[in-house]
């Protein structure tokens, strides 16, 4: 078991995408602070997640890694990059670097930062493995990945910590920006988008569904995504039969998500970083899910609900479909609006 009693006081968590991903690891970084309040925490993500992670009040300092920025670099840059990297991960001191990625990249970090100790799952991919000096935990798969990065942590004999997130939302104001921020409640989030074409639920659900918030709660309804799906909003505005929803696709920035989500009363959306950002802020949250793994990489907690048909073919994984992605759509707007109502009233969803 590892000491940290002793002289390992600043620790790097290296967890540098997704946003979803991101949000599972933070409860490490918890139970840690939690037995160890004194220790200096680290933390290592794409440059676009900083000012997420710049939320929780128990990292001392978030280190932007630009991960699309490199790809444009030419040689020279990228050495000289990484010369004024490696002197900044030296300058920390790192006793110890926790890997949640468990990739080549990331373990190739772990050994710039100089921590001693360097550790990760059981198995990793790329080789990743040879750069360790423990590798402790669950193996991939077993169970949810919160769990699973959790597990980690037995190296320090932490067990089965209770998991907690701490972002704060101050900034919750920033709503007040937004033209046309609906005063009447509830107010529900739709995100129709996704980086996957396999993920999206079918827009015509989408705007069935904002008719039946509206008829059941007279809901105020906002729509959120990236600038490239703002028409896909407009779409499902105009099939909801010009339902008046606020549609903000495209026109808000990720800095501004927690603001957004912490003031809506439930969250519907597909497989996605949002949704899992929600359940940490403690938004209920409801996830409709198709070829993706609800079991290992679903929204987590007592205020969410998954929503899945479990066909045989589920989670595929696939980001093409040759079945007519029937896991979603033959998952009506009624069931997910089932869950939705179980959320509402405080039941088990």
Known sequence: MIDLDTSHKNILIIKPSSLGDIIHGLPVLEALYERYPRHSYYWLANDIYVDILSL?????KVIPFPRNDLKNFGVSRKIEWLRSFYDEMRSMEIDIAIDLQGLMRSAFISMLSGARIRLSYPVTREFSRFFYTHRVGFNRGECHAIEENLSVLQ?????????????NTDDSRLVDKFNGWPTQRPVFALQ????????RWPHKHFSRLARLLHAQYNASIILIGSPDEYLLGERIIQEAGGLDMLNLMGKTMIYQLPAILSNVDIIIANDSG??????ALGTKAVGIYGPTDSFRTGIYGDKAAQVTLNLPCQPCMKRKCKKGLICLQKLSPEVVMESIKRLMDGSDA
Do not use: D, M, R
Request: hydrophobic share 40%; no cysteine; net charge positive.
């Open 56 to 60: 929780n009040p128990h990292i001392k």
């Open 155 to 167: 190296a320090f004999g932490i067990n089965n910590p209770a998991i907690k997130y701490s972002l």
């Open 192 to 199: 129709p988008g996704g980086q996957w074409e396999t993920k």
């Open 274 to 279: 949002p949704l899992h950002l929600a359940v």
